[in-house]
């Protein structure tokens, strides 16, 4: 289940629990790509304390929006993912190697404002 948080008009934030399925993205794409409408670089926030996990149907929907944002990685400056589960860690750590262009970190349970201020941060970085 995706619910979408408060934040800064230059942020997409996201409480992800249970699970994640295909049509999850039906509310997660829409609002990643209205931020990305008015605004040339946008932070993402995903707190993932209470996810479980992904449907393959989720999985793909996933990775064909990823794959459609190759070009445009740039415009996703920061990426904040909350979560308590060494997988999830290990994998937002790789992925930070991996796209040099937006910069990744993860917070842990009761972090969340802490997440936002980071990710919310990079404007005062402009």
Same mark, same amino acid.
Request: net charge negative; glycine share 4%; no cysteine.
């Given at each position: 289940?995706?619910?979408?948080?408060?934040?800064?008009?230059?942020?997409?934030?996201?409480r &992800?629990?249970?699970?994640?399925?295909?049509?999850?993205?039906?509310? #997660?794409?829409?609002? &990643?790509?209205?931020?990305?409408?008015?605004?040339?670089?946008?932070?993402? #926030?995903?707190?993932?304390?209470?996810?479980?996990?992904?449907?393959?149907?989720?999985?793909?929907?996933?990775?064909?929006?990823a794959?459609?944002?190759?070009?445009?990685?740039?415009?996703?400056?920061?990426?904040?993912?909350?979560?308590?589960?060494?997988? &999830?860690e290990?994998?937002?750590?790789?992925?930070?190697k #991996? #796209?040099?262009?937006?910069?990744?970190?993860?917070?842990h349970?009761?972090?969340?404002?802490?997440?936002?201020?980071?990710?919310?941060?990079?404007?005062?970085?402009?």
């Open positions: 289940m995706i619910e979408t948080l408060p934040a800064p008009e230059y942020v997409a934030a996201f &992800i629990s249970g699970t994640l399925r295909r049509e999850d993205y039906d509310v #997660l794409i829409p609002a &990643i790509e209205e931020k990305l409408s008015y605004s040339e670089r946008i932070g993402v #926030l995903a707190d993932m304390t209470e996810f479980d996990h992904m449907t393959p149907g989720a999985l793909l929907r996933d990775l064909s929006y794959m459609s944002k190759l070009g445009e990685y740039h415009r996703f400056k920061r990426a904040a993912v909350i979560a308590d589960k060494r997988w &999830i290990t994998t937002t750590k790789l992925a930070d #991996l #796209l040099p262009q937006v910069e990744m970190r993860v917070f349970r009761g972090e969340l404002e802490e997440a936002m201020r980071w990710v919310a941060g990079f404007r005062s970085n402009l």
